[in-house]
């Protein structure tokens, strides 16, 4: 995975700028409002300059909150049950307006086991059972359990139609019976026809209720293993991140989680078709007599070809499969990645990569379609050499058929048809099922991240801070990934099982990282004593004996390579352990940091130094390998890229809390303290303008005041802000500093706040940052300056600077120089996404896997311009080039197409099909098919 889905991915994860809880042994997506009633936030809202922001119950947060589906499941009748008749209403509405609405179902009944908080819950309860064991955990098991019961029962009807099915052989036989009998009475005749006829109407409604609650059994595992695997990648290690590319947890979202939930609908097939050919073969027995083993002898020679057709079906769909990962993350690189891929010119080049996964995924589709084609033809064909094979012995022992025998004979061998034509469907289905279901049980028994803990802080009676202790911490994603294992003396070295290989793998890995941290060791011991060279310590050399340099050694001294992998000789080559600095692999050593409430800290350094994986690793996205870390609190997190949704800037801030509970002076006041307000008045539709997929119709400044006004909204015990100032104009960048970063967030004494200057509630904010001119404030607690992954510098600004030759004052002096040679310009929203000016000092950079080097994390504290009120006209943007961006962001582009599908859709799925060529030819098809099953019948 590329860094930049590495960073998209863990800003998704990370609640997409959201909030956490940092207490022992919980974590929390998001934070759910205070119920304290004192808490209700009163902030402007008689100010008739609020830009109707009191309007909270807007259209848009009532189509968010859960529909009210009145309809009480318990006041349905059995009749209304069986007959579909609780659908009834909808249906008439449809049929009285243009288009159905997702408000308008609401007329239909939902009962609570269909309620997805209840399928999920019920799914994760088991599956935390099965987890106990990963070695046996089955994601098969664990449905079966949480939806298995319901399931089980309505197989009952299913049986019921089963048996229902043969009333139409045996009556048919008895009827000419009847008619050949002229004594045989009225009523008799009557009773068949009645039999007859009640059987038709059990068929019907027995089988489309067992159809409706199979598709909602269906409907319930896919939603379960969709949320099952959703709320798992948010949990994903930073390691796992790197192996799980984003186009794979979609498939398996969409693909996986579609077939496995398809799977539910043929279940019951199986023992039904069996179940059917049974009867079928002992009414014939009683039609034919021993005629009728013809039949089951061809069905016995067919089942081993079908088995052999069945595996390389299997085999073929996880190669399927597997290529279809590969273009899905493409595809997704590409869309996220379009602006880069734009400007460098690359678009013919990805064409191309894409358009050869595609071909490599349609050779694989053509080769399973072709596998499934000749197990579809070789199950028709069974079906017509049953009947032909038992009429065939039967004539040949010298029986005569008489009508009565040959129709019913028929007609059970009608009743044939269906099971044996679905069989190749039910095996197609469970085929991809089962390896979706394999796909889906390594995902969520992928390794999770460490939860956050807060224990050290509770003994000392600190109820919300962080600290750090001697951490030093590595990135996951920088574990090379699981190769196969070769030697270099011997190719037929001893095969591993993947379990084996997988702990070497990992015995490995943390070899590297010991020699990493013994090698750093030594080189601080060097400094500490001035010495200018040392010599390999014992227990450096001693874990290289023992292990070699480049895997593990077998006790013949043969070295086995992990990570390795061949040179254009066919030798296996690796990296030397020996010739990694630590700095490649431990990203922060020798951490020593610690905040509490009401402390406001500010972290600086060059590119690279580490300031981002400092703010990550209170995030628990990055791996302490020693010391301690302590988190306490609910945490909110501003990243470098802010996360924004495409829906309206008001839930972009609520971060799609439910209505009811909107709390509108808490939103007013996130708005106003974020600068917000002047945008809002610009945006045709107010704060309910719906911003573009990923904010692309808002500047890099507005973006970055959405999300803080999204922090500012969710109330947090630490804030832990990744330069969240780089991206504004200067005068706005005053503006949040003060109103919102100092009064709000650090002191809470904004007017309208929860609790004045209550000390009590009081946050932490720990604020990255290269904008020197804040490190001055009072408020700031202290700076700590980061070089090279370590804390280089710690103490408050005026001690900094006045330390002779410190790095903090190098550091100044560079920014100093900077906005000296940049004076002529000014702060520019428009530009702050874009604008690279990170060219110098990029030889300090220490560029990591895993992290974001972006160039807003650099210096700049964007220069100082004038006021708002005095600001060049010029530089203002044109009220017409306002609402022609604007208007693309309203709901008026996104309305639906109302009548018939028109002509020009089908004409060009066709076209894309093969055109009139490929049409007469499948018609040609239908038609032999139909010819030929007439023929056959006839």
């Given at each position: 995975?590329?860094?930049?889905?590495?960073?998209?991915?863990?800003?998704?994860?990370?609640?997409?700028?959201?909030?956490?809880?940092?207490?022992?042994?919980?974590?929390?997506?998001?934070?759910?409002?205070?119920?304290?009633?004192?808490?209700?936030?009163?902030?402007?809202?008689?100010?008739?300059?609020?830009?109707?922001?009191?309007?909270?119950?807007?259209?848009?947060?009532?189509?968010?909150?859960?529909?009210?589906?009145?309809?009480?499941?318990?006041?349905?009748?059995?009749?209304?049950?069986?007959?579909?008749?609780?659908?009834?209403?909808?249906?008439?509405?449809?049929?009285?307006?243009?288009?159905?609405?997702?408000?308008?179902?609401?007329?239909?009944?939902?009962?609570?086991?269909?309620?997805?908080?209840?399928?999920?819950?019920?799914?994760?309860?088991?599956?935390?059972?099965?987890?106990?064991?990963?070695?046996?955990?089955?994601?098969?098991?664990?449905?079966?359990?949480?939806?298995?019961?319901?399931?089980?029962?309505?197989?009952?009807?299913?049986?019921?139609?089963?048996?229902?099915?043969?009333?139409?052989?045996?009556?048919?036989?008895?009827?000419?019976?009847?008619?050949?009998?002229?004594?045989?009475?009225?009523?008799?005749?009557?009773?068949?026809?009645?039999?007859?006829?009640?059987s038709q109407i059990i068929m019907c409604l027995c089988l489309r209720y067992f159809a409706f609650k199979c598709y909602l059994t269906a409907l319930r595992m896919r939603t379960?293993?969709?949320?099952?695997?959703?709320?798992?990648?948010?949990?994903?290690?930073?390691?796992?991140?790197?192996?799980?590319?984003?186009?794979?947890?979609?498939?398996?979202?969409?693909?996986?989680?579609?077939?496995?939930?398809?799977?539910?609908?043929?279940?019951?097939?199986?023992?039904?078709?069996?179940?059917?050919?049974?009867?079928?073969?002992?009414?014939?027995?009683?039609?034919?007599?021993?005629?009728?083993?013809?039949?089951?002898?061809?069905?016995?020679?067919?089942?081993?070809?079908?088995?052999?057709?069945?595996?390389?079906?299997?085999?073929?769909?996880?190669?399927?499969?597997?290529?279809?990962?590969?273009?899905?993350?493409?595809?997704?690189?590409?869309?996220?990645?379009?602006?880069?891929?734009?400007?460098?010119?690359?678009?013919?080049?990805?064409?191309?990569?894409?358009?050869?996964?595609?071909?490599?995924?349609?050779?694989?589709?053509?080769?399973?379609?072709?596998?499934?084609?000749?197990?579809?033809?070789?199950?028709?064909?069974?079906?017509?050499?049953?009947?032909?094979?038992?009429?065939?012995?039967?004539?040949?022992?010298?029986?005569?058929?008489?009508?009565?025998?040959?129709?019913?004979?028929?007609?059970?061998?009608?009743?044939?048809?269906?099971?044996?034509?679905?069989?190749?469907?039910?095996?197609?289905?469970?085929?991809?099922?089962?390896?979706?279901l394999d796909r889906v049980k390594i995902f969520l028994l992928s390794e999770d991240r460490i939860p956050l803990a807060g224990a050290g802080l509770e003994s000392k009676g600190?109820?919300?801070?962080?600290?750090?202790?001697?951490?030093?911490?590595?990135?996951?994603?920088?574990?090379?990934?699981?190769?196969?294992?070769?030697?270099?003396?011997?190719?037929?070295?001893?095969?591993?099982?993947?379990?084996?290989l997988k702990q070497v793998h990992d015995g490995y890995w943390e070899i590297k990282l010991l020699k990493a941290q013994l090698k750093d060791a030594e080189e601080r011991i060097?400094?500490?004593?001035?010495?200018?060279?040392?010599?390999?310590?014992?227990?450096?050399?001693?874990?290289?004996?023992?292990?070699?340099?480049?895997?593990?050694?077998?006790?013949?001294?043969?070295?086995?390579?992990?990570?390795?992998?061949?040179?254009?000789?066919?030798?296996?080559?690796?990296?030397?352990?020996?010739?990694?600095?630590?700095?490649?692999?431990?990203?922060?050593?020798?951490?020593?940091?610690?905040?509490?409430?009401?402390?406001?800290?500010?972290?600086?350094?060059?590119?690279?130094?580490?300031?981002?994986?400092?703010?990550?690793?209170?995030?628990?996205?990055?791996?302490?390998?020693?010391?301690?870390?302590?988190?306490?609190?609910?945490?909110?997190?501003?990243?470098?890229?802010?996360?924004?949704?495409?829906?309206?800037?008001?839930?972009?801030?609520?971060?799609?809390?439910?209505?009811?509970?909107?709390?509108?002076?808490?939103?007013?006041?996130?708005?106003?303290?974020?600068?917000?307000?002047?945008?809002?008045?610009?945006?045709?539709?107010?704060?309910?303008?719906?911003?573009?997929?990923?904010?692309?119709?808002?500047?890099?400044?507005?973006?970055?005041?959405?999300?803080?006004?999204?922090?500012?909204?969710?109330?947090?015990?630490?804030?832990?802000?990744?330069?969240?100032?780089?991206?504004?104009?200067?005068?706005?960048?005053?503006?949040?500093?003060?109103?919102?970063?100092?009064?709000?967030?650090?002191?809470?004494?904004?007017?309208?706040?929860?609790?004045?200057?209550?000390?009590?509630?009081?946050?932490?904010?720990?604020?990255?940052?290269?904008?020197?001119?804040?490190?001055?404030?009072?408020?700031?607690?202290?700076?700590?300056?980061?070089?090279?992954?370590?804390?280089?510098?710690?103490?408050?600004?005026?001690?900094?600077?006045?330390?002779?030759?410190?790095?903090?004052?190098?550091?100044?002096?560079?920014?100093?120089?900077?906005?000296?040679?940049?004076?002529?310009?000014?702060?520019?929203?428009?530009?702050?996404?874009?604008?690279?000016?990170?060219?110098?000092?990029?030889?300090?950079?220490?560029?990591?896997?895993?992290?974001?080097?972006?160039?807003?994390?650099?210096?700049?504290?964007?220069?100082?311009?004038?006021?708002?009120?005095?600001?060049?006209?010029?530089?203002?943007?044109?009220?017409?080039?306002?609402?022609?961006?604007?208007?693309?962001?309203?709901?008026?582009?996104?309305?639906?197409?109302?009548?018939?599908?028109?002509?020009?859709?089908?004409?060009?799925?066709?076209?894309?099909?093969?055109?009139?060529?490929?049409?007469?030819?499948?018609?040609?098809?239908?038609?032999?098919?139909?010819?030929?099953?007439?023929?056959?019948?006839?």
């Amino acid at each position: 995975m590329s860094t930049g889905d590495m960073r998209t991915d863990m800003g998704m994860r990370i609640g997409l700028d959201n909030l956490k809880s940092g207490s022992e042994n919980e974590t929390t997506p998001l934070l759910k409002g205070n119920s304290d009633p004192s808490s209700s936030y009163k902030y402007n809202s008689n100010d008739p300059d609020n830009l109707g922001l009191n309007n909270a119950k807007t259209l848009q947060q009532q189509n968010a909150q859960p529909l009210p589906f009145t309809v009480e499941t318990s006041k349905i009748s059995l009749f209304a049950t069986l007959t579909f008749q609780w659908f009834a209403p909808l249906l008439h509405l449809g049929n009285s307006k243009e288009q159905l609405n997702p408000e308008d179902l609401q007329t239909l009944p939902l009962p609570p086991s269909c309620r997805t908080s209840h399928v999920s819950k019920l799914f994760e309860q088991y599956w935390s059972q099965e987890t106990h064991n990963a070695k046996t955990a089955s994601v098969a098991r664990c449905l079966a359990k949480a939806y298995g019961s319901d399931y089980l029962c309505v197989g009952v009807l299913k049986l019921i139609h089963d048996l229902s099915v043969f009333v139409g052989p045996i009556v048919l036989n008895q009827l000419i019976q009847f008619l050949r009998d002229a004594t045989a009475t009225l009523s008799t005749g009557l009773l068949l026809t009645l039999a007859v006829t009640i059987s038709q109407i059990i068929m019907c409604l027995c089988l489309r209720y067992f159809a409706f609650k199979c598709y909602l059994t269906a409907l319930r595992m896919r939603t379960a293993v969709v949320v099952a695997v959703y709320k798992k990648a948010l949990k994903l290690s930073s390691a796992e991140r790197q192996r799980r590319s984003t186009g794979q947890i979609v498939n398996l979202m969409t693909v996986d989680a579609q077939r496995i939930g398809d799977v539910a609908s043929y279940l019951h097939q199986i023992w039904s078709s069996a179940l059917t050919i049974i009867l079928s073969f002992y009414f014939l027995w009683m039609q034919l007599g021993p005629s009728c083993l013809g039949g089951v002898a061809v069905i016995v020679i067919a089942i081993p070809i079908n088995k052999i057709i069945v595996v390389h079906m299997t085999r073929l769909q996880k190669v399927l499969m597997k290529c279809r990962d590969e273009r899905v993350e493409v595809n997704s690189e590409v869309l996220n990645g379009i602006k880069v891929i734009k400007l460098q010119a690359w678009e013919e080049s990805y064409t191309k990569k894409i358009l050869h996964l595609r071909n490599t995924e349609l050779k694989q589709l053509s080769r399973y379609i072709i596998a499934n084609a000749i197990q579809t033809m070789a199950w028709t064909a069974v079906r017509l050499l049953v009947a032909l094979a038992s009429f065939a012995v039967y004539t040949m022992l010298g029986n005569t058929l008489d009508v009565a025998n040959a129709l019913t004979a028929l007609a059970l061998f009608d009743i044939l048809r269906y099971p044996l034509s679905k069989l190749p469907v039910m095996v197609n289905n469970l085929v991809e099922a089962a390896t979706s279901l394999d796909r889906v049980k390594i995902f969520l028994l992928s390794e999770d991240r460490i939860p956050l803990a807060g224990a050290g802080l509770e003994s000392k009676g600190i109820d919300a801070g962080v600290e750090i202790s001697n951490g030093t911490f590595v990135y996951e994603s920088m574990k090379p990934m699981m190769g196969g294992v070769h030697t270099k003396k011997d190719s037929n070295f001893f095969e591993m099982d993947q379990e084996l290989l997988k702990q070497v793998h990992d015995g490995y890995w943390e070899i590297k990282l010991l020699k990493a941290q013994l090698k750093d060791a030594e080189e601080r011991i060097v400094s500490l004593s001035g010495k200018e060279d040392y010599r390999a310590t014992p227990a450096s050399t001693s874990i290289s004996a023992h292990y070699g340099d480049n895997g593990l050694k077998d006790p013949n001294g043969t070295t086995t390579l992990v990570n390795g992998t061949k040179d254009e000789d066919g030798e296996a080559t690796t990296e030397t352990v020996e010739d990694v600095h630590p700095s490649e692999l431990l990203v922060l050593r020798r951490i020593d940091f610690s905040c509490g409430r009401g402390e406001l800290i500010a972290v600086v350094g060059l590119v690279g130094s580490g300031k981002t994986t400092f703010i990550n690793s209170m995030l628990g996205e990055v791996k302490a390998l020693s010391g301690t870390l302590a988190v306490k609190g609910r945490l909110a997190y501003f990243p470098q890229t802010p996360f924004i949704m495409n829906d309206t800037l008001q839930r972009n801030v609520t971060f799609a809390r439910q209505a009811e509970d909107f709390d509108q002076g808490r939103y007013d006041l996130a708005i106003s303290i974020c600068a917000l307000e002047h945008d809002i008045k610009h945006l045709s539709g107010g704060d309910q303008t719906e911003i573009g997929e990923k904010g692309i119709t808002l500047s890099g400044g507005q973006r970055a005041r959405v999300a803080m006004a999204r922090a500012v909204y969710h109330d947090a015990d630490i804030y832990l802000l990744d330069d969240p100032l780089a991206a504004v104009d200067v005068h706005v960048g005053k503006h949040v500093f003060q109103k919102c970063i100092v009064d709000e967030l650090l002191l809470r004494k904004t007017p309208g706040s929860m609790s004045g200057l209550d000390s009590e509630r009081k946050s932490s904010v720990i604020l990255v940052t290269n904008a020197i001119q804040y490190l001055s404030n009072s408020h700031v607690s202290k700076i700590v300056v980061l070089h090279g992954g370590s804390v280089a510098e710690v103490g408050t600004y005026n001690e900094l600077c006045s330390k002779p030759g410190s790095l903090f004052s190098s550091f100044v002096s560079i920014l100093d120089s900077e906005r000296s040679n940049g004076e002529t310009k000014g702060g520019n929203e428009e530009d702050s996404a874009t604008d690279d000016r990170s060219e110098q000092l990029t030889d300090q950079s220490m560029f990591i896997p895993g992290r974001s080097n972006s160039a807003q994390s650099y210096i700049y504290a964007e220069y100082d311009v004038e006021e708002e009120d005095d600001k060049d006209p010029s530089l203002a943007k044109p009220v017409d080039e306002f609402d022609s961006v604007t208007a693309l962001m309203t709901n008026e582009l996104q309305e639906r197409e109302k009548g018939l599908v028109d002509f020009g859709n089908y004409a060009a799925w066709f076209k894309a099909a093969g055109g009139i060529f490929v049409l007469i030819l499948v018609l040609i098809g239908l038609v032999i098919d139909r010819g030929a099953d007439v023929g056959s019948t006839w």
